[in-house]
């Protein structure tokens, strides 16, 4: 007995050692998907801002890492489990295509608040892009197509039925009068692989997301047909129309950031916030949210959680109409 009390008692004089070395451990951030998409630009952005204000895990470059499948859902899953939902320095992209899915039960029985939210780094919107060589030239073109040939038009997405990017062309074809169920889509992971395939002429169209579409579109290798924002967007794409303004009343504004898994400690959580706070509040992140192709929308902690948690019904509602929910 004596034994075992002096272990417990030389375990417990250890705790504190080894929290200090989580805490002071090399930042991660996680892309739950594969590289080349907008969940990619989320950690690369996070990673710019915090390598500005020194701050990526005291002076240590932050690692991204990816953990692509399911839509998110492996990575999900993954910093649930107790090998790694107390990891203090480690952060997890999000978008609101990760709250659609938590909606339609695609993490399983996970729910908004099995998590810790950490930092909304910027807004993106939903688009309608082809190739650039396409001979699509507008969005009515592509609805003229899809009317008279369903068959013969591939949609690349990211995810399967139900994801985001399926609900945002779902809901042009319904307000175009066209049956969702008569489009062909094509799931990838990502929107990196998907405009890959665009490339390859595997896919005809890609519905993603206007991030993705800055970074195509600035290099000549895609055509944006339609952004889904109340208005036409600055930048790079300043001179494409929304669907509104063809006729298609679909807006589709999209959430991007960063969790933490469920048990990160406070201290270390509120470290996080506070750090955000500081990294966003600043001219040069702004400089380089609007390189990234996002738009400004800066949440954390408190109140990005409860923005998440009113975000997630508000999907399950819509998905709810569609017939989607499990």
């Known amino acids: 007995m004596t034994m075992l009390r002096a272990l417990f008692l030389s375990l417990l004089c250890l705790l504190p050692a080894l929290a200090a070395a989580q805490a002071s451990a090399p930042a991660e951030c996680v892309v739950p998907s594969k590289p080349g998409g ?126 985001q990017d399926w609900l945002k062309m779902a809901l042009v074809a319904r307000h175009a009068g066209i049956d969702p169920k008569v489009l062909r889509f094509v799931a990838l992971e990502g929107g990196g692989e998907v405009f890959t395939a665009m490339q390859a002429d595997y896919v005809q169209v890609v519905s993603g997301d206007t991030s993705e579409a800055t970074l195509n579109a600035g290099a000549n290798h895609a055509r944006v047909l339609a952004v889904l924002s109340e208005k036409r967007l600055p930048g790079v794409l300043a001179g494409v129309p929304t669907a509104r303004e063809q006729g298609f009343d679909v807006v589709w504004p999209i959430i991007r950031g960063v969790w933490m898994g469920p048990q990160v400690p406070e201290a270390d959580y509120q470290r996080w916030v506070a750090t955000f706070d500081r990294v966003m509040a600043t001219p040069q992140f702004a400089e380089w949210r609007a390189q990234a192709g996002l738009y400004p929308f800066a949440l954390t902690g408190p109140k990005l959680t409860a923005y998440v948690k009113k975000a997630v019904d508000e999907y399950a509602r819509q998905a709810n109409e569609l017939g989607l929910m499990r």
Not at 108 to 128: E, T
Not at 154 to 163: E, H, K, Q
């Open 38 to 163: 907008a969940m990619d630009l989320t950690c690369k952005l996070a990673k710019k801002g915090l390598a500005q204000e020194g701050v990526a895990a005291a002076g240590a470059a932050m690692r991204i890492s990816y953990l692509p499948g399911g839509i998110g859902a492996v990575a999900w899953h993954s910093m649930g489990s107790q090998r790694r939902r107390a990891e203090a320095n480690t952060l997890v992209a999000f978008s609101g295509g990760s709250l659609l899915n938590l909606a339609q039960g695609k993490f399983g029985n996970a729910k908004a608040g099995d998590v810790r939210w950490v930092a909304a780094l910027g807004a993106d919107y939903g688009m309608i892009a082809v190739r650039s060589d396409s001979p699509y030239k507008t969005l009515g073109d592509l609805i003229a197509a899809l009317r008279q040939h369903p068959d013969k038009v591939l949609i690349g997405v990211s995810g399967t039925i139900g994801s």
